[in-house]
């Protein structure tokens, strides 16, 4: 099982919502900045939201307005939520850890998000 796991995509419709899951262990949710990347067919991956472990939030303008990332400390969880989906959110979504200098980087598995009329 690898350091990172993600759940929670599936198939919705335009317009609809969908929470996605990165769940960690407590030593790198408490040491590292989690990021969510998506990978859509035929695309690079782009970085669509990062969070730090102070809190400290970044979403770029393609999906501001529309997504949303947080933490539970609880579960050692970052969530992205995900709402007014447009067929172009349609993609693999990954959670990485941030940069670290010294530090490996993790990536989860990937789990797909298809969003059609």
């Known amino acids: 099982q690898g350091q990172l796991q993600e759940s929670g995509g599936g198939s919705v419709q335009i317009g609809g919502s969908l929470r996605l899951s990165c769940t960690t262990s407590?030593?790198?949710?408490?040491?590292?900045?989690i990021e969510w990347y998506r990978q859509a067919p035929g695309k690079q991956r782009e970085k669509v939201a990062s969070?730090?472990?102070?809190?400290?939030?970044v979403v770029v303008d393609s999906v501001k307005g529309r997504f949303t990332i947080s933490r539970d400390t609880a579960t050692n969880t970052i969530f992205l939520q995900m709402r007014s989906l447009k067929p172009e959110d349609t993609a693999i979504y990954y959670c990485?850890?941030?940069?670290?200098?010294?530090?490996?980087?993790?990536w989860g598995q990937g789990t797909q998000v298809t969003v059609s009329s």
């Open positions: 990485r850890t941030g940069l670290k200098l010294g530090r490996p980087m993790y």
């Open positions: 407590a030593s790198l949710f408490s040491s590292r900045d």
């Open positions: 969070i730090s472990t102070s809190g400290d939030i």
